[in-house]
């Protein structure tokens, strides 16, 4: 079943990824398992909720899809659901909902990843069901057609959104060529031609065993675990058959682009250069997002395109590691007269901290939020999972969270001012869409 | 009901801020589940204190009895421009001390309005609880406004309504579906306001709404984590305990609804609609209004009828004619006054609006003259009741369920027999909530479309 996921893809993965936590050792055991069969997860016992929470990925996701078929993994992890084994569509999402199980699929552009929600009583219903949609996905017509139809009148609602017209323009303009360019939720000029083969196709290439990455939250032990893996998991091919993924080169930097649309509010992207998730530059540069543009009410552009001069009420920035590129983001959505003010006013901290850096103050406040409100990353069970998951993807080691307050604590100013330099002084690409302001900007087409 | 945020939260934690519906703990859950508590301060504050130890953080949160609905006509949007006004500081703590302090200590914050309710929340680790408390109790009474704070802070909400209505066609046919459906209830007028009453909204406004409402004697205390009943009893007494109430509160009586009697249709043509889109709202008892049995019925109505793929509305009018993409259905049962059952659709491509509402209105007509089976019933509850065990597993959901609860004039009690209360409704309950509730002239109906039909397609 298709679900809203659209426009919170790229903002979840980064969520997940960036979720990077502090204190969790006092509850969150990590314990490595590895089935009789070779699987391995990563298990957090958890024995007084009565639920099972399991989050799993498998790496390649819209970056694999063929390159004049936009929308392939999309639609695959779309349908996924629908269908498995013995059991067509309708006897699936029956079975689903008769045992209360939770169960999504959703890709994004490195990954597909799946997430499972079950009553501990029910896990053998649950864990069946996983099973059958990715080892034995039907895709059968009505249920394709059906996505299909769902992809297509969600495709011509976003060819008058803003905030979508924007996105799609910066994402073109970053990366010609390469598969960031496209729209992981396809096209309306792709998504009708894609056929059941391709998506037959895309599953048997990437649901695969040496690509996969599991996270359990639950009460379940190792050993039962093991045995469920290899039931669920064990029927995938051994190799994922993945076509190389090049380097994305962002370009178009220092550029602004203008599509004219008549809302009274301006839609501005913008995203620069970033630093990938295991450079030992990230974590500083993570502290110099957060007093830019990231996560409270206290960062500068918070404050000085909201509290002072009210031209926004959203104004943020975030980091994103991909895996063929590292870029920085973020976005406003401005008053049409002022988004030409809010757009240099943001440039304009965007070059002072590229100068600067951060003051000793604020890198003392960024540090002692970022080890304070660790701890809010682990206080459900599916957050936990999903976390379990990234910290695979990343490869950031099953110790990393009792180290990342450390790596936090180690940084210092000289540390923050160098790598505000590294990332921010190239600038960023502006994408903006609106009532144009007549200041001469490039038009981007629509 | 729908609610407000005073920040837009990054992506993956805006559908949060959506609708919720109300589904509290089930009696299996309370067996293994949170030991609630529910006591009142000498000054009338209510507090609930529902204990979760896995991990070591705190979900604070303080709900004002007061939302849109108790705006006074012209004055819309005053509840939510308040909501943002409190964070510009006290004479104890200036502007910016409380958010300055919560970026340092590592929590996190924000505030949401609907029509019925007015909450502030942090999420810190338990040892900053005090401090967080220490904070709202100063800023229940004591908020001191300037108009250089004010002012621009009014821009930001009229850019907050650009983001949310101007610039969304479907959020504008929204609000006019409500305003048609309310004739007389204020639940008509939309929480973030008209922007014509917005613009004037002033300093003086904010304070007055302010004074008359915000009083621990109409507030209620939630704190959802790593703590325990005695230790939130004493961190209480010592904060809001010592907050004097300064208002009395009178019953909250607001204009209520005629009996309905009209099918209505409203039409919204705007040419950024690519993709047409039918809203309908039907006028239905809420939880705190329903006779007893009743609001159950429509929770487990809801569930049969629209949501999911296993739905009447969906495997009917998406898998199996197929005229929709989408179509599902919600009840909104967490209102203090008589509330929504909604329903929305996207027709296919070829599919016209008004073919698209005939074959809405035959699932439901089918629905009210059959009833439902036994198998679906019984599907529909496990799915409500499981819903309530997930719930468990996080305490900002907790929190938020019992807050929105007790300022739409339930209690806790309500809350925990919920689920067995959801167990009892029979199959002939459900249809004839069908047939007594979703009757068309309860009901208006919303066309999202590009233009407007030319005058000889709207005789035909």
Redesign the interface.
């Known amino acids: ?1 298709m679900r809203l996921y659209k ?2 893809v ?3 993965a ?3 990824s960036l979720a990077v936590a502090p ?2 050792q ?2 969150t055991k990590i314990e490595r398992v590895v089935s009789p069969g070779g699987i391995e997860a990563w298990l957090v016992r ?1 024995p ?4 099972i ?1 399991m989050d799993f990925s498998f790496k390649g996701g819209a970056n694999q899809d063929p390159t004049d078929k936009p929308g392939v993994a999309y639609m695959t992890a779309s349908t996924l659901d629908e269908g498995g084994g013995d059991l067509d ?2 006897a699936f ?2 079975r689903l ?4 199980i ?1 169960l999504s699929f959703r890709a994004s552009r490195d990954e597909v990843r799946g997430s499972l ?1 079950v ?1 501990t009583e029910k896990q053998k219903e649950g864990f069946d069901l996983v099973r059958m949609a990715l080892t034995a996905p039907r895709f059968d017509q ?1 249920p394709v057609e ?1 996505v299909r ?2 992809m ?3 495709l ?2 976003e ?2 959104d ?1 905030t979508q017209i924007s996105s799609r323009l910066w994402w073109r303009t970053a990366f010609p060529g390469h598969p960031y360019s496209q729209p992981t939720n396809g096209t309306l000029q792709s998504v009708p031609t894609i056929v059941r083969d391709d998506l037959k196709s895309y599953a048997g290439k990437v649901l695969a065993r040496d690509n996969l990455k599991i996270g359990v939250v639950g009460d379940i032990d190792a050993k039962q675990l093991g045995l469920v893996l290899d039931q669920v998991f064990g029927g995938l091919p051994a190799k994922a058959d993945l076509r190389p993924l090049p380097p994305a080169k962002l370009q178009s930097v220092g550029k602004t682009l203008d599509v004219e ?5 301006t ?1 501005v992207s913008f995203g620069g250069v970033g630093v990938p998730r295991k450079d030992p530059d990230f974590i500083p540069a993570y502290i110099v997002n957060h007093i830019l543009g990231g ?4 960062s500068r552009l918070y404050k000085e395109v ?9 104004v ?1 920035s ?1 980091l994103l590691p991909l895996d063929a590129t590292a870029l920085f983001m973020g976005g406003t ?3 049409g007269d002022k988004a030409a003010e809010s757009v240099s006013l943001i440039e304009q901290e965007i070059k002072q901290m590229a100068e600067n850096g951060p003051t000793q103050e604020e890198l003392d ?1 960024a540090k ?9 990353n ?5 957050k936990i999972a999903a976390q379990l998951v990234q910290l695979q993807l990343d490869d950031l080691g099953i110790d990393y969270w009792e180290r990342r307050n450390g790596l936090i604590e180690a940084v210092t100013l000289a540390d923050v001012k160098r790598v505000a330099k590294r990332f921010l002084e190239n600038g960023v690409l502006v994408t903006m869409v609106g009532r144009l302001p007549a200041n001469g900007a490039k038009q981007g087409g629509g | 009901m729908i609610e407000i945020t005073r920040r837009l939260l990054p992506a993956a934690l805006v559908a949060s801020t959506a609708l919720f519906t109300l589904l509290p703990i089930t009696d299996a859950a309370r067996a293994a589940g949170p030991d609630i508590s529910h006591f009142k301060l000498d000054n009338g504050m209510e507090v609930v204190v529902i204990p979760d130890r896995r991990t070591p953080v705190v979900t604070h949160m303080v709900w004002y009895k007061v939302g849109a609905a108790d705006e006074v006509p012209g004055k819309s949007g005053l509840a939510h421009f308040l909501e943002h006004l409190m964070f510009k500081g006290t004479a104890k703590n200036p502007a910016g001390q409380f958010s300055k302090t919560l970026a340092t200590i590592g929590g996190q914050e924000n505030a949401f309005t609907s029509s019925d309710y007015t909450g502030y929340f942090q999420r810190v680790t338990k040892d900053r609880l005090k401090m967080v408390m220490e904070f709202e109790a100063d800023r229940m009474t004591g908020l001191q406004l300037t108009d250089d704070a004010v002012k621009p802070e009014l821009n930001v909400v009229l850019e907050e309504q650009n983001s949310r209505v101007a610039n969304n066609p479907a959020a504008k046919l929204g609000e006019d579906v409500a305003a048609a459906l309310y004739v007389n209830h204020p639940y008509g007028r939309p929480v973030i306001g008209w922007r014509h009453e917005i613009e004037k909204l002033d300093r003086k406004d904010a304070i007055d709404f302010y004074n008359k409402w915000y009083t621990p004697n109409n507030a209620v205390l939630v704190v959802a984590g790593d703590v325990d009943a005695d230790e939130v009893k004493k961190l209480a007494n010592e904060t809001y305990g010592k907050v004097a109430p300064r208002a009395e509160i009178g019953p909250r009586i607001r204009p209520q609804e005629p009996e309905p009697r009209s099918v209505r249709t409203v039409m919204f043509a705007d040419p950024r609609v690519a993709q047409p889109s039918l809203q309908r709202s039907y006028l239905v008892p809420s939880a705190h209004t329903a006779k007893p049995g009743e609001s159950e019925a429509l929770e487990v109505l809801s569930q049969i009828l629209g949501s999911g793929s296993n739905s009447r509305l969906y495997s009917k009018l998406v898998m199996e004619k197929p005229l929709a993409t989408s179509v599902s259905a919600y009840y909104l049962g967490t209102a203090l006054d008589d509330t929504r059952f909604a329903i929305s659709g996207t027709p296919r491509a070829d599919v016209s609006l008004k073919q698209l509402e005939d074959g809405i209105d035959s699932v439901i007509a089918e629905l009210a003259d059959k009833g439902v089976t036994n198998d679906e019933l019984e599907r529909a509850k496990v799915k409500l009741v499981a819903d309530v065990v997930y719930a468990q597993d996080s305490q900002a959901t907790m929190a938020r369920w019992y807050g929105a609860a007790l300022t739409t004039g339930l209690t806790v009690e309500d809350l925990k027999t919920w689920p067995d209360r959801v167990q009892k409704v029979t199959a002939d309950q459900v249809r004839d909530a069908a047939k007594a509730w979703l009757d068309k002239r309860r009901s208006v109906t919303g066309y999202l479309v590009k233009d407007l039909p030319k005058p000889e397609e709207r005789r035909s």
């Not at chain 1, 007084?48 to 639920?51: H, K, N, Q, W």
């Not at chain 1, 996560?295 to 206290?298: A, D, E, M, Q, V």
């Not at chain 1, 002692?368 to 809010?376: E, I, K, N, T, V």
């Open positions: 079943m426009t919170a790229a903002g979840a980064l969520v997940t204190a969790a006092a509850m958890e007084s909720v009565p639920l929470a569509s309708a999402q029956d909902e008769r045992n209360a939770e929600k009553l009505e059906r139809a769902q297509m009148a969600a011509k609602r060819t008058t803003p649309l008549n809302v009274p509010q839609v996560g409270s009410f206290s909201r509290e002072k001069r009210g031209l926004a009420y959203s943020y975030y959505q401005t008053r406040s002692s939020y970022l080890r304070g409100s660790y701890a809010l682990f206080d459900t069970s599916t």
